[in-house]
């Protein structure tokens, strides 16, 4: 589709942003043809940039079909002298983001949509594809009464990302981030970011910190590379807590050999729960061991607290006749020598 077909068909609404950060953002769009909502992601990379990644992943994604999976209608590539521009034109879907809800999910919800993430994982995996994007925030909750179905977007990898194609580096491997890391990007590399997502669901914590002005890329990257592992807050289950461990291994060869492994680990380990030695951690607690800068603020006075402060008078004493005369009389004598200036 070329540039005035896609415009003639689409109506994008650049007022309505759904999403903007990281290389791309989402727009509120009609489709004029069926008259529906769509959304449609914008990407613009520099020529030097742009290595062709993006549109292989794309067309790759629209090769897929599985019901983890959110369709794409088409990948749209117009390239000029400044810039190579991408419009991905998709379904709209009403709600939020696994990360945005995680907090008023239930126990078994989270069970389920991770199950879920799993099958989708296998599926890209047995078609070729590795995710490498996988976060919180890249899928979508389709809600059915009670019943979230998760949509991955941004998959269809066919060929490893460079480092600098992600804005953080939360989710990301140690092989990842090394020197090597266009030539590391495996299923392995989805394991990994599987254990940070199920770690994320049941504690509300990313185990490597969330980036922030105070935790930067630079500081994450020193904790995934650091030799142990976070400790595993109470709330997660114990059989998730197995796994989580696996799949956080430094070394690729050390975790999951794939998602079957995964899958059939869970069938045979029914999921409590909590952990048998279950205790619960406050936010504070969790924040210092996730190596978080927590540091006690103390009061930097030596001030008295209002409530505790004595208030010392001196012991009042009767007045005397004479005072009242003394000071009329001092107070006529300067008003006379004034009105003689």
């Known amino acids: 589709m070329n540039a005035t077909a896609f415009f003639d068909r689409y109506e994008i609404d650049y007022t309505q942003s759904l999403d903007q950060k990281g290389l791309g953002s989402v727009y509120m769009a009609k489709d004029r043809e069926t008259d529906a909502k769509v959304a449609v992601k914008t990407i613009e990379l ?13 067309q790759k994604a629209m090769e897929l079909s599985h019901p983890v999976l959110l369709p794409y209608f088409d990948i749209c590539r117009f390239p000029n002298e400044e810039t190579i521009q991408h419009f991905v034109p998709m ?5 939020n983001n696994l990360q945005q809800e995680i907090p008023s999910l239930s126990f078994q919800q989270k069970n389920e949509i991770l199950k ?24 979508l909750l389709q809600q059915v009464q009670d019943i979230y179905i998760p949509l991955f977007i941004n998959y269809g990898a066919v060929s490893p990302f460079p480092k600098a194609y992600f804005s953080n580096y939360e989710y990301l491997a140690p092989e990842q981030l090394s020197e090597q890391a266009q030539e590391a990007s495996d299923r392995r590399t989805d394991i990994w970011a599987f254990g940070v997502l199920a770690f994320e669901i049941f504690t509300g914590q990313l185990p490597f910190g969330k980036k922030s002005p105070q935790t930067p890329n630079r500081r994450i990257m020193e904790r995934i590379f650091a030799d142990e592992l976070p400790e595993l807050f109470g709330q997660i289950p114990e059989t998730y807590g197995h796994i989580i461990r696996k799949c956080l291994q430094k070394d690729p060869n050390a975790r999951w050999a794939s998602i079957e492994e995964i899958e059939t680990y869970l069938q045979e380990h029914p999921v409590a729960k909590k952990a048998a030695a279950a205790r619960e951690v406050g936010m504070l607690e969790a924040l210092e061991k996730m190596g978080e800068d927590y540091v006690e603020q103390k009061p930097k006075t030596d001030k008295i607290p209002f409530f ?3 208030i010392k008078r001196k012991p009042s004493r009767p007045i ?10 001092l107070a006529t004598l300067v008003g006379y020598l004034l009105s003689k200036l």
């Open 46 to 58: 520099h020529p030097m940039f742009d290595k062709g990644e993006t549109l292989a992943r794309y």
């Open 116 to 139: 879920s993430v799993l099958e989708g994982l296998l599926y890209l995996h047995e078609n070729g594809t590795v995710w490498q994007n996988l976060r919180a925030d890249h899928i």
């Open 308 to 310: 505790e402060r004595k």
């Open 320 to 329: 005397q006749w004479w005072e009242p005369f003394f000071w009329i009389g």
């Open 91 to 95: 379904p709209y879907i009403e709600g």
